[in-house]
C-alpha cells in the first residue's frame, strides 16, 4: 500500500478530488502570482527607459522617477506575492486538518472487530503523511498555474521585439520537461530499486535500538555498533547514486533556463553592435529594448524552475492520496460501532437478551448464528465453547461494538441500535481479553473521565498493592502496552475499571488467560465481588475454575447454532 | 542555540573536508550568478553604447559573450558539484550522528533504555534525527556562503561601479538581512516547536483512539477521547499557520530589501552615469549584482524557519550522545577457590518511589550443571530478580556474588561471558538467520556455521530452518518471518551459543507446545552440561525438568 508506484491516473484524480474543495482558493493564489510575476516587466520597462536615457537622448525617463517606480511596483509585487501565499498556505492547512479530523472521526467509531487498518498505520497517516499534502498545494498547485500563463504571456510581449528571442524561449521551454521527464524516469526507477534500502536507514538505527538490551546481554554491544557504521555506509553510497540522477534532472534544467538566457544576452549585445542585424522587426533593436529583453529572460524560466523544485512535494503527494483513498475505503467497508460513545444515564438493571443473531467474527469472515440467549440481573453465567465458536464476538456484539447482521439484541424492552447504544453501554463493565489502557496517568486510565470512588474500586479488586509497586503510583502514566504492570496486574487494573463504573452487567472475555492458578484465583474472587455488589456477569471462559465459579453456562456449538 | 552549535560541531568534525568542499562551491556558484546578471547587463549596455557611438567594430564582444556563456555554464555545473557534495557530507554526517545516538543509547541505565524501546520513543527520536538533516544544507552552510558571497560582491562593487554602491548595497543586505532572519528565527521559535509537539500528539492520540476505541465506546468516554484528538489537529493547524505567516511576511520582507538594494545601486549608480564618473554600462553592473544578491538570503531564510523545530532536536539528540561511559571496573577481579558459581545474599529489589519491594529478600545458591526453577505468582517480581542478576538492574540492598566476587566487580565484557539472559520478549535483527547468530559468537569465529546448526538442533528449530534457506533465512525489522514460538527459540539459540557458565531464561516455554517446550529444555541442557541454569516458567510440565525449584510470592 505504501509503494511508490509510477503516479497511476486513479492517484491523480484522488489527489485532485482531494484538493477540490480549496481549489479555487489555489487557483486565485496562483493568478495573484502570476500577476506579481508578470509586474516584473514593468519594473524592467522602467529601467530599461532609465539605462537608455543614460546612454542617448532624449532622456525618456529620469532615474530618480524610474527608481521610485521601481521601488513602488517592488512594494505592490511584494504585497501580491504575500497575498498569495497566505491563501495558498491557509488553504493548504486547511485541506490538512480537514483530512486529519475526518480520518479521526472515522477511525474512531470503527466496528471492533476491523482488521485492515492498524493502530500504527492510522497514526502514520493522520502524523507525518498527511502533512505531506500541505507543500503539495502550498507549492506545487501555484508554480503549476504560473508555469502556465507567464511563459506564454512573456513570450507574446516578447514577439513585437524580436522573433530570434521568442525562438530561443520555444526551444529552450519544451526541452526542459522532455529532458527532466527522460531524467525523471530514471530517476524514478533508481529511487525505487533502492527504496526499501533508503528507508531503512532510521530502521537500521530503530532495529539496534529495540534490541539494546538482548545485543547487552549477548555481548555485541561494541560489535553491533561497528556492523551499524557499515550499513550506514553501504546506505550513504545507495542514496548518492540515487540522489546523482535526481539532481542530474535540476541541473538539465538549470542549464537550458542558463543557456536561454545566455544565448537572448548574446543575441541582444550582437544586434545592438551591429553584428546580428537580423531577428528583430524593421531595424536593429533600440538599447531600451535590449535591456527589457535581457531582464524578462530569466523570468520566462522562473515557474518552470520552481515547478521543478516541487516536483518532488507531487509525487509524495500522490502516493499519499493513494493510502488515504485506500485507509478510507477500508474505513467504509468495515462499518462503524453502534451509538457515539457520549457519556450517557444507564437504564434501570433488566433482562438482556439476544435472538437469531448473525454475526461475523472478522469482516470477511463467514457468519456465524447464534442461539437465543439471555442474562437475567444478578445472574453469573459463563460463556464457552470451542475457541474459534465466537465467544469473543458474541461479547462485542452485546455491548454494541460490532453491528450484527441479522437479530436483535434487547436490555429489557429497549433494542440495542445506535441511539440506545450509549444508555445501554453505560449499565456494561467491559474486560477485554488483551487489557489495555490509554496513554494518561493510571487514575484517569481507570476513571476514563468517570466520576466514582477510585480508592473503594481499588480496594475491591485487590489492586491496591499493584499501585503501591509503581513508581509514581496513581500518577504513573501508562500507554503503548501497559509498560510496567505484568499481566495479572494489568487484569486486576480492569477489574477496578469496572468496580468503578459501578456497572450492572459486566462483560469478560477470557479473565484468567496466561495467567498462573494463584492470580487467576484472584481475578475470579474480583469478578465474584462485583456479583456481590449486584452485578450481572458474563464471562467468556474455558478455564473450568470460572465456569464452576458460575451459575449456568452458554455452551456455544462450533460451527454456529444450526 | 547552544545545542544547535554543538550538534553542528558534532556533524561537521568527522567530515570537515567535505564540507569545506560543498561550502567553497556553494560560494563560486553564489558568486557566479551574480557575476553572470552583472556581466550581461554591463555587455548588453556597453553593446547599445557601442553601437551608438558607431564603434561597434571596435567593440570586442568576443571576451565578454564568452564570459556570459562561461558562467552560465559554469554555474549549472558547480549547482550540480555543489549539490553532491554537501549531501555527501551530510549523509555521511548523520550516519555518524546516528552512530553516536546508538553508542549513547548503549550507555543508558537499562531501565532508561527500556522506557526508549516503545514504538513512539523511537519515532519521536528518528524524527528529531531527521529535523536535524537540514542543519548543515539549509542553515550553516548557506550562512557562511551568504557572508562570503556579499564580502565578494562588496568589493567587486567598489572597484567595478563606485564605492557609495558597493556601501549601499552591502548596508541594505546586511543590515535588513540580520534584522529579517533574526526576527524570523526568534519569532518561528516558538510555533515551530509547537507544530512538531502537536504533532507527535496527533500521531499518540491516533493510536490510542484506535487501540482502545471498544473500552472508550463503553465507558462513554469515545466521543471525549475523539475531541482530544481533533484539539490536537487544531493546534497543529494553528501553529501551522502562525509559521506560514511569519514565512510570508519574512519573504516579503527580504523581497522589498533586494528591491531597495537594486533601487539603490540603480539610482547611485546612474546619478554617477550621468555626472559622467562611470560609464551607463558599469552602472548597469551595480543594479544587476544588487538584484542577484537576493539569492544569498533565500535559502538561508527557509533554514531559519526550521530552526525551532532542530533546537528542540538537538537538545534532545544531544543527551543521548552525552550520555556518560558506563563505570565498568577494569581487571576481572581474582578467582576464590571453592566459591559457588553464584550466589545471592539476601538480595531485595525495590522500584524508586515504590511503596513495595519487587522482590526480595532472597538466598540461593547455583551449581554447575544445576537447573534452578524459579515459580512465583505475576507480578512477584521473577523478571526483575534476573535483570537484576543479570547486572541490568543494581539491587536495592544484599550482594549478588560470582565465582565467589560481587556481580559489580567484574568487568562489562567478562560478565557477559560469563552469564548470559535471555529475556522474555526478545528482540532479533533485520538481516539473515546467520547475522543474528553470529553477533552471539567471538569475533574470530563468527563463521562457524557447525557451530550455529548445534545451536539450531537444541532448540528444534533446525528443521524448520532446513525447510527454509538455512542460515541464509532473511528476517525483517525486528524478526519478523518467524512465529511467536520460533523467534523466542532463535533467542535461546543465540544465547546458547555463548556456552556461557550460566544461562538465565524468562519463560523458555511460553507459547510453544508441550513436546516442542520439552525437547527445548533437554535440549539446552544437553548442548551445555555444564552450565548453571536459571529459568521461570508458569508450566507445571517445566517443574520436572528442574533440579530444584524457588517459590516468591508478592
Known amino acids: 500500500m505504501t509503494k511508490t508506484d509510477s503516479p497511476t491516473s486513479s492517484a491523480k484524480a484522488e489527489l485532485a478530488r482531494l484538493v477540490a474543495p480549496v481549489a479555487g482558493r489555489l487557483r486565485l493564489a496562483g493568478l495573484l502570482a502570476a500577476v506579481s510575476e508578470l509586474l516584473w516587466a514593468a519594473q524592467a520597462a522602467l529601467v530599461a527607459l532609465a539605462v537608455g536615457g543614460l546612454l542617448e537622448a532624449p532622456v525618456l525617463l529620469p532615474i530618480w522617477e524610474a527608481s521610485a517606480g521601481f521601488l513602488a511596483l517592488m512594494a505592490l509585487r511584494t504585497g501580491l506575492d504575500a497575498a498569495a501565499q497566505g491563501l495558498a498556505s491557509r488553504a493548504a492547512t486547511r485541506l490538512v486538518a480537514t483530512e486529519r479530523q475526518a480520518l479521526l472521526r472515522a477511525a474512531a467509531r470503527l466496528d471492533a472487530r476491523a482488521s485492515g487498518l492498524t493502530p500504527a498505520e492510522l497514526a502514520a497517516l493522520a502524523g507525518e503523511k498527511l502533512a505531506l499534502l500541505g507543500p503539495f498545494a502550498a507549492r506545487y498547485s501555484p508554480a503549476m498555474m504560473r508555469s502556465r500563463i507567464v511563459p506564454l504571456a512573456l513570450i507574446a510581449i516578447t514577439l513585437p521585439f524580436s522573433w530570434i528571442a521568442v ?50 546481554l549477548i555481548g555485541a554491544e561494541t560489535r553491533a555498533g561497528a556492523e551499524l557504521a557499515n550499513v550506514f555506509e553501504r546506505l550513504r553510497a545507495r542514496t548518492m547514486k540515487v540522489l546523482a540522477v535526481a539532481f542530474l534532472s535540476s541541473t538539465v534544467l538549470e542549464l537550458f533556463s542558463a543557456l536561454g538566457v545566455a544565448l537572448v544576452a548574446i543575441y541582444v549585445g550582437f544586434n545592438l553592435l551591429g553584428e546580428i542585424p537580423w531577428g528583430s522587426w524593421g531595424g536593429p533593436l533600440s538599447p531600451e529594448a535590449g535591456i527589457f529583453l535581457l531582464m524578462i529572460a530569466p523570468t520566462v524560466f522562473q515557474p518552470m524552475r520552481d515547478l521543478s523544485a516541487a ?157 503501591a509497586a509503581l513508581p509514581e503510583g496513581l500518577a504513573t502514566p501508562l500507554g503503548d502496552i501497559g509498560g510496567g504492570v505484568s499481566g495479572g496486574e494489568a487484569r486486576r487494573l480492569m477489574l477496578a475499571r469496572a468496580h468503578h463504573a459501578r456497572a450492572s452487567l459486566i462483560l469478560a472475555d477470557e479473565p484468567t488467560a496466561d495467567l498462573d492458578a494463584e492470580t487467576a484465583q484472584a481475578v475470579i474472587a474480583g469478578l465474584m465481588a462485583l456479583r456481590a455488589k449486584g452485578a450481572a456477569l458474563l464471562i467468556a471462559s474455558h478455564d473450568p475454575t470460572v465456569i464452576a465459579a458460575c451459575d449456568r453456562v452458554i455452551t456455544l456449538e462450533p460451527g454456529g447454532h444450526p | 542555540m547552544k545545542a544547535l552549535l554543538a550538534v553542528a560541531r558534532l556533524i561537521s568534525e568527522t567530515e570537515r573536508m567535505a564540507f569545506v568542499r560543498g561550502l567553497v562551491l556553494s560560494i563560486v556558484v553564489m558568486v557566479m550568478g551574480a557575476a553572470l546578471l552583472g556581466l550581461s547587463g554591463w555587455f ?71 522506557r526508549l524501546r516503545g514504538a513512539e520513543a523511537l519515532n519521536r527520536l528518528t524524527a528529531d534525527i531527521d529535523a536535524l538533516d537540514g542543519l548543515m544544507l539549509r542553515l550553516v ?21 563606485t564605492p557609495a554602491t558597493a556601501v549601499a548595497v552591502l548596508a541594505i543586505y546586511a543590515l535588513g538581512g540580520i534584522a529579517i532572519l533574526t526576527l524570523t528565527a526568534l519569532t518561528a521559535h516558538a510555533p515551530a516547536a509547537a507544530a512538531e509537539t502537536s504533532l507527535q500528539a496527533i500521531r499518540a492520540a491516533s493510536l490510542d483512539l484506535m487501540r482502545n476505541r471498544a473500552d472508550l465506546a463503553v465507558a462513554g468516554a469515545l466521543e471525549r477521547q475523539t475531541d482530544g484528538a481533533l484539539a490536537a ?41 550621468e555626472a559622467g564618473q562611470i560609464s551607463p554600462a558599469e552602472a548597469a553592473i551595480g543594479f544587476f549584482v544588487a538584484l542577484a544578491l537576493a539569492e544569498t538570503l533565500t535559502t538561508l531564510r527557509r533554514g531559519l524557519a526550521e530552526w525551532g523545530r532542530m533546537q528542540g532536536a538537538a537538545t534532545r539528540v544531544l543527551a543521548l ?31 524508586a518511589g515504590a511503596a513495595r ?87 574470530e569465529r563468527a563463521e562457524d556455521e557447525e557451530r550455529m546448526w548445534q545451536a539450531l538442533e537444541a532448540v528444534h528449530l533446525a528443521g524448520v530452518l532446513h525447510a527454509r534457506e538455512g542460515l541464509q533465512t532473511l528476517l525483517g525489522p525486528q524478526g519478523v518471518g518467524l512465529s511467536g514460538g520460533q523467534a523466542k527459540r532463535l533467542a535461546l539459540a543465540r544465547a546458547a551459543l555463548r556456552r556461557p557458565p550460566i544461562l538465565m531464561l524468562d ?17 539446552l541442557r544437553k548442548l551445555l552440561p555444564e552450565a548453571g541454569i536459571i529459568f521461570v516458567s508458569h508450566r507445571h510440565a517445566d517443574a520436572a525438568l528442574a533440579d530444584r525449584c524457588l517459590t516468591i510470592s508478592v
Open chain 1, 167 to 216: 525562438l530561443i524561449f520555444l526551444i529552450a521551454l519544451p526541452l526542459i520537461p522532455i529532458f527532466m521527464a527522460l531524467i525523471g524516469i530514471a530517476a524514478q526507477e533508481a529511487s525505487e530499486r533502492q527504496m526499501v534500502q533508503i528507508g531503512s536507514l532510521n530502521g537500521a538505527l530503530v532495529d539496534r535500538i529495540a534490541a539494546v538490551t538482548d545485543l547487552r
Open chain 1, 311 to 467: 516536483w518532488h512535494d507531487r509525487a509524495s503527494a500522490l502516493a499519499v492520496a493513494t493510502e488515504l483513498s485506500a485507509a478510507k475505503e477500508t474505513l467504509a467497508r468495515e462499518g462503524t460501532l453502534l451509538g457515539y460513545g457520549t457519556p450517557a444515564t444507564p437504564p434501570a438493571p433488566a433482562v438482556l437478551s439476544w435472538q437469531g443473531l448473525s454475526l461475523r467474527p472478522a469482516p470477511s469472515a463467514a457468519a456465524i448464528r447464534f442461539a437465543e440467549g439471555q442474562i437475567a440481573p444478578g445472574e453469573a453465567v459463563a460463556l464457552s465453547g470451542p475457541s474459534g465458536a465466537g465467544k469473543t464476538t458474541l461479547l462485542a456484539a452485546l455491548a454494541g461494538l460490532i453491528r450484527p447482521d441479522a437479530g436483535v439484541i434487547r436490555w429489557g424492552e429497549t433494542a440495542l441500535d445506535d441511539e440506545s447504544a450509549d444508555a445501554l453501554r453505560a449499565a456494561m463493565g467491559w474486560l477485554p481479553q488483551a487489557p489495555q489502557f490509554i496513554a494518561a496517568p493510571l487514575a484517569e486510565a481507570i476513571t476514563l473521565g468517570r466520576d466514582g470512588d477510585l480508592a473503594a474500586a481499588l480496594k475491591a479488586a485487590q489492586a491496591e498493592d499493584v499501585i
Open chain 2, 44 to 114: 548588453v549596455t556597453a553593446a547599445a553604447a557601442a553601437g551608438i557611438g558607431g564603434i561597434g567594430i571596435a567593440f570586442d564582444f568576443f571576451r565578454p559573450s564568452a564570459g556570459v556563456r562561461f558562467l552560465a555554464l559554469g554555474r549549472a555545473a558547480g549547482r550540480y558539484g555543489e549539490r553532491m557534495l554537501s549531501h555527501d557530507a551530510t549523509l555521511r554526517a548523520l550516519a555518524r550522528l546516528r552512530g553516536a545516538v546508538h553508542a549513547g543509547i548503549t550507555r543508558l541505565p537499562h531501565e532508561v533504555q527500556a
Open chain 2, 141 to 161: 552552510l548557506p550562512f557562511f556562503a551568504a557572508c562570503a558571497t556579499q564580502a565578494a560582491a562588496f568589493v567587486a562593487l567598489w572597484f567595478l561601479v
Open chain 2, 233 to 273: 489537529v487544531r493546534a497543529e493547524e494553528a501553529a501551522r499557520q502562525r509559521l506560514d505567516m511569519i514565512d510570508q511576511w519574512s519573504g516579503a520582507a527580504l523581497a522589498l530589501a533586494s528591491g531597495l538594494a537594486a533601487t539603490a545601486a540603480l539610482l547611485i549608480g546612474g546619478r554617477a552615469a
Open chain 2, 321 to 351: 550522545v552525552d550520555t556518560p561511559a558506563r563505570r565498568t571496573p577494569k581487571a576481572a577481579p581474582a578467582p576464590r577457590a571453592g566459591a559457588a558459581l553464584l550466589e545471592t545474599r539476601a538480595l531485595v529489589h525495590c522500584r
Open chain 2, 357 to 443: 519491594a519487587s522482590f526480595g529478600p532472597l538466598s540461593f545458591t547455583l551449581a554447575p550443571g544445576e537447573t534452578l526453577l524459579i515459580t512465583g505468582p505475576s507480578g512477584a517480581g521473577k523478571s526483575t530478580l534476573l535483570s537484576t542478576l543479570a547486572g541490568l538492574i543494581a539491587p536495592s540492598s544484599g550482594e549478588i556474588l560470582l565465582s565467589g566476587a560481587p556481580l559489580e566487580d567484574w568487568p562489562e565484557d567478562r560478565l557477559r561471558a560469563k552469564l548470559t539472559l535471555v529475556p522474555q520478549r526478545s528482540a532479533l535483527l533485520s538481516g539473515t538467520i546467520a547475522e543474528n547468530l553470529a553477533l552471539a559468537l567471538p569475533p
Open chain 2, 507 to 523: 519463560e523458555p516455554t511460553e507459547g510453544l507446545d508441550a513436546a516442542t517446550a520439552h525437547g527445548t529444555l533437554t535440549g
